[in-house]
């Protein structure tokens, strides 16, 4: 049994920064990418940064390019989000998830094992 649990979430104003932490336990493989989504009210889960495990590929959503750096600490089975220049658009419960062997990494539907969440409000 996979356990993915998100930490890091709070009340931040706009330009400033915050750091996510994701925590995996259980079985977890090592050809494995983890990905981080988000979901405002009323929209839909999208998609906002992935890491591969074994070489550390990321890849990054348009809207947060230059802005967020996704990194893993393997020893740990932590993922980090590190938001910085927030904009109140960022604002969403942001979700973490480990990605099935299949299917392309922007799409939640290729994940599994999601957590809770942890909210993001960025004030203006």
């Known amino acids: 049994q996979v356990r993915v649990v998100e930490s890091g979430g709070g009340l931040v104003q706009a330009g400033g920064s915050l750091t996510l932490s994701c925590a995996a336990s259980g079985r977890i493989f090592s050809s494995i990418v983890m990905g981080w989504f988000r979901q405002a009210p009323g929209k839909e889960r999208e998609f906002v940064a992935a890491i591969r495990y074994i070489g550390g590929s990321t890849y990054y959503a348009d809207d947060v390019k230059g802005r967020f750096t996704i990194s893993r600490d393997n020893a740990k089975n932590t993922v980090y989000l590190q938001m910085n220049s927030l904009k109140p658009g960022d604002t969403a419960v942001y979700y973490c998830?480990?990605?099935?062997?299949?299917?392309?990494?922007?799409?939640?539907?290729?994940?599994?094992?999601w957590g809770q969440g942890t909210q993001v409000t960025v004030s203006s």
């Open positions: 998830a480990i990605k099935r062997p299949f299917g392309i990494h922007t799409d939640s539907s290729n994940y599994a094992d």
